[in-house]
Structures are given as C-alpha cells and as structure tokens.
C-alpha cells in the first residue's frame, strides 16, 4: 500500500512568488490534514479535509492560503504571495478514521524556503 | 490551553545505553497520546500510541511508552539504543473537541554515539 506522497519534496521560491504543494492521501482515507513546522518551532495544525470539505482551517495563518482537495482525492495547499516567515517544513497527514482519534499517517514533507 | 511539552531539545547517548525521553501534555479531556519519529529525509513514522487501557504501551522498533495521567507524562524508553536510532522524537495529543487534530511538541533530536 502506497503511503502519503508530497510534491515537491523542496521548493526554493522569492518572496511575492507562488507556490502550490500537492499532497496524495492513502487511497480511501477520507481525512486529509496540513500541518506546518516553521525551522526551530512545534509542528502546527493548518487544516483538516473530510472528502472534499473543509473540517476545520482554524490554523491557516491568513488568507494568502488557499488549500483545495478535488474530488476528495488530492489536495493542494497554495501560498499566494508568499512571505519570507511561509518558509518552513509542510507535512500533510491522511487518516482513515471518522469517529474517533486515529492514527495520522505523514508524509515526507514539503521543505519551503523562501527568499 | 491544550499543549505539549518536551524539555529536551537534544539528547546524546552512546550506543546500547538507556533511553528515555520526556513528554508532558496539558489537555482536560482524556488525552489520546502518541510518539513520532522523523529519520532523515522521512515522514513521521508512529511508533506508539495510547488511547486507553495499559498505561505501558509497547511500540516498533522496541520503544515503549509509560502514560501516568498523575504527572500529565507520557515518555518513551528504549533499553538500549542502536545507532539507527538517531532522530528526532515527537510526542503528541490529539484532541478530541471538534476535528481529531494533533498538537505537537517541538521535538528532540536524538544522538547516538557509537
């Protein structure tokens, strides 16, 4: 069974750019979460997918974040423009449980740096 | 507030010795906890979890973890480290008010010394 992929794996932008992340859940996995971790700071809870709708994005820093997830397939997570403080490790998590805790399985990350 | 602490930011230790690493949480509710380990270049791989019964809850890679809900702790031990060990350790709650999201603590990187 394939795990969470991310792409891209590293992405160097300049500040005012655009970037979009794209993360792929577990097949049948219904939950689709975002989390952030800024270099030298907790991992953070940006937002929380169920299919195709938003759960919860009380994390999302702003509004120059827009996360979207097709389908309730794919999701992306776009920083439009982005600021030198975006910069960070972006993991995307899926789960298969919708009445309880269950376990989040991680991705690789998306390492962002921006300039 | 909910929270997650974990005073060790780094923690060297040789090969084949004792491990432990600590994590205390703030949360009201019965606390759902897990252990994460990000190696180089990796996702987060669980290692443990406890959501209920045996406050002694073993995991892969030989890790356990002790939840004593008296000290709002819930730390991972290993016996006797090996190399490929070195990593960074997150401990984690997951709440339960709302969506089942994780918060964090800001992780310990672990050193092996051979």
């Known amino acids: 069974e394939a795990g969470v992929t991310q792409f891209p794996s590293h992405s160097v932008i300049e500040k005012g750019q655009t970037v979009t992340l794209r993360c792929d859940p577990i097949?049948?996995?219904?939950?689709l979460y975002w989390y952030r971790r800024v270099m030298g700071k907790e991992i953070k809870f940006l937002l929380h997918f169920v299919k195709e709708s938003k759960q919860d994005e009380s994390g999302m820093p702003n509004n120059r974040f827009l996360a979207e997830r097709t389908g309730g397939t794919y999701s992306t997570l776009k920083v439009q423009p982005a600021e030198l403080e975006d910069s960070g490790v972006y993991f995307c998590a899926s789960s298969p449980d919708r009445t309880g805790p269950g376990t989040q399985y991680f991705g690789p990350g998306t390492r962002l740096l921006v300039l | 507030a909910q929270s997650v602490t974990q005073p060790d930011i780094h923690i060297t230790v040789s090969e084949g010795a004792s491990l432990e690493l600590r994590c205390n949480y703030s949360?009201?509710?019965?606390?759902?906890l897990f252990w994460y380990v990000q190696s180089p270049g990796q996702g987060l791989q669980l290692l443990l979890k406890y959501f209920s019964g045996d406050t002694l809850v073993q995991g892969i890679k030989g890790f356990e973890a002790e939840f004593k809900r008296s000290q709002s702790s819930f730390n991972l031990r290993k016996p006797s480290v090996h190399w490929s060990d070195a990593a960074e350790y997150f401990c984690?709650?997951?709440?339960?008010?709302?969506?089942?999201?994780?918060?964090f603590g800001t992780g310990t990187r672990l050193k092996v010394l051979a």
């Open positions: 097949s049948g996995h219904d939950n």
């Open positions: 949360y009201g509710a019965t606390p759902y």
């Open positions: 984690a709650v997951c709440t339960t008010s709302g969506t089942y999201k994780y918060i």
